[in-house]
C-alpha cells in the first residue's frame, strides 16, 4: 500500500493556473500508476486523467483536453497536474489515486485501491 498526499489546491480566478501535487510514501512511486479524480458535493467522483508508470502514456477526460497536464517525478515520488484556463465548473475536492497495474491507465474508481485525501481547488467567476 503506498500512501498518498495530495496539495496545491486552492482559490483562483477563471482564466488561471494551478498545480497540484500528489506526494507518494511508503512505496517507490514508480511502481504504480496514477490517476487524478475531482468530486463536487452532490456529485459522483469523476476521472479527470491518468499516467502509467513511466509517463509515456497519459489519459484525459475530454472536459480537460488541452487544459490539464499530467506528468510525474519518480525520482521525487510524486505526479503532478498542472491546470490551465481554469473555470468556474472546474470548482472540486481533487483527489489522486494509485494502482500496481502500473502500466495502465485505468478510468475507473474501482480500479484504484490506494487514494489520498485532496485539495480543494475553487475557481471564481
Known amino acids: 500500500q503506498v500512501q498518498l498526499v495530495e496539495s496545491g489546491g486552492g482559490l483562483v480566478q477563471a482564466g488561471g493556473s494551478l498545480r497540484l501535487s500528489c506526494a507518494a510514501s511508503?512505496?517507490?512511486?514508480?511502481?504504480?500508476?496514477v490517476g487524478w479524480f475531482r468530486q463536487v458535493p452532490g456529485k459522483e467522483r469523476e476521472f479527470v486523467t491518468s499516467?502509467?508508470?513511466?509517463?509515456?502514456?497519459?489519459d484525459y477526460a475530454e472536459f480537460v483536453k488541452g487544459r490539464f497536464t499530467i506528468s510525474r517525478d519518480n525520482a521525487k515520488n510524486t505526479v503532478y497536474l498542472q491546470m490551465n484556463s481554469l473555470k468556474p465548473e472546474d470548482t472540486a475536492l481533487y483527489y489522486c489515486?494509485?494502482?500496481?497495474?502500473?502500466?495502465?491507465?485505468?478510468?475507473?474508481?474501482?480500479?484504484?485501491?490506494?487514494w489520498g485525501q485532496g485539495t480543494q481547488v475553487t475557481v471564481s467567476s
Open positions: 511508503g512505496r517507490a512511486l514508480n511502481n504504480y500508476a
Open positions: 489515486a494509485a494502482t500496481p497495474y502500473r502500466s495502465a491507465t485505468y478510468r475507473r474508481e474501482h480500479q484504484y485501491p490506494d
Open positions: 499516467i502509467n508508470w513511466s509517463g509515456g502514456n497519459t
